[in-house]
Structures are given as structure tokens and as C-alpha cells.
């Protein structure tokens, strides 16, 4: 069992976990110029259902230039989740600079906060979201804090959903 995962790429590229990560503390993934992507099956920590993506503690991901995708699950035991997509020079790839939940996708910080923030990009959530672990969701035990910076659009298709904290969805530049 790993104690920390950090998948780092410093140029151009890309990340994708696609398989069993099992990390007890925390996963922290970041680009300098690429896409990160979370597909089915990745971080585990072994005492949990070992169809979800697991950390022990938090989840921090930043792509720079590039977009994030959760097309499987994405748990966080005992700390916060933190996704950050930025399109820095707000290129014209619609792609770059979002963060795209697939419908199936789940995202949970089981005792924390969720924070997706966007610059130049769109925060889209396809499927349903809620704190109902058998759907699509996206859940925290405290705040959750959507938020485009400079100019993107926020679209919920579902329900939004924070146990003990508040709901935010903040946009400077673009439609909610």
C-alpha cells in the first residue's frame, strides 16, 4: 500500500489513472500542459469497495493548460478534494481549462470540503448529483465551492448536495 500518490508532468502530457491506486494518505495529481483524467477503477484504499478511486486523505489535482474528466469514482476518507483546471491565455479549444463529470461519475470528501474551480473554463456535471453513493454524485461533509475565475459557465444536471456546510456556485464571467 502506497503511501502517498503523485503523478506529476512538468512539460506536455497527460495523466490518466485507469487502474487499482491504493494510497493511505494522499493523491495528488498536476500538469504543467495536459489532461488529467479519472476513468473507471483507480484509487482504493483497501478497506473500502474496491470499485472506487481512494484516498485516506486528500485528493488535490491541478491541469494547467489542460482539462479534468471523472468518469469513475473519486473518494477522499479524512481530508478535502480540490480540482483545478486553468486555461491560462483562454485558448480557442473549447476542451481546455474544464472540469467534466461523466454521467456515472462520483466525487466524495466523506469528512471535508469539495472545491472545483476553473480560469477560463467550464465546470459541467452530466449526470445526477447528489449524496446518494448508487448514482452520480458529488458530495461533501462540508462546503461544496463551485467557481468559474475570469469567464466560464457552471451546468448542473442533478442535484447538488453538502451534508453539514453550504452550496456555492460562484461565476465571474458566464452562466450558471
Known amino acids: ?11 506536455k502530457g497527460n495523466i490518466t489513472f485507469g487502474g487499482d491506486v491504493d494510497a493511505v494518505k494522499r493523491i495528488e495529481a498536476q500538469t504543467s500542459s495536459g489532461d488529467i483524467r479519472f476513468d473507471e477503477s483507480y484509487l482504493l484504499n483497501g ?11 486528500s485528493v488535490d489535482v491541478l491541469a ?5 474528466t471523472v468518469d469513475g469514482n473519486v473518494v477522499a476518507t479524512t481530508g478535502s ?17 474544464n472540469i467534466t463529470f461523466k454521467e456515472g461519475g462520483t466525487l466524495m470528501a ?10 477560463n473554463g467550464d465546470i459541467t456535471i452530466e ?11 458529488v458530495v461533501a461533509e462540508g462546503d ?6 475570469s469567464s466560464g459557465s457552471i451546468d448542473v444536471n442533478g442535484k447538488l448536495e453538502s451534508r453539514y456546510g453550504d452550496i456555492n456556485l460562484l461565476t465571474q464571467n458566464g452562466n450558471i
Open 110 to 119: 466523506l469528512s471535508s470540503a469539495v472545491d472545483l474551480q476553473t480560469v
Open 144 to 149: 461544496v465551492k463551485i467557481q468559474t475565475k
Open 64 to 68: 494547467n493548460n489542460g482539462s479534468i
Open 81 to 97: 478534494i480540490t480540482f483545478k483546471a486553468v486555461d491560462e491565455n483562454a485558448s480557442p479549444d473549447p476542451a481546455k481549462g
Open 127 to 137: 449526470g445526477k448529483v447528489s449524496g446518494d453513493a448508487d448514482v452520480a454524485s
Open 47 to 57: 478497506s473500502i469497495d474496491k470499485e472506487k478511486h481512494i484516498a485516506g486523505g
Open 1 to 11: 500500500m502506497l503511501h502517498d500518490v503523485i503523478a506529476s508532468v512538468g512539460g
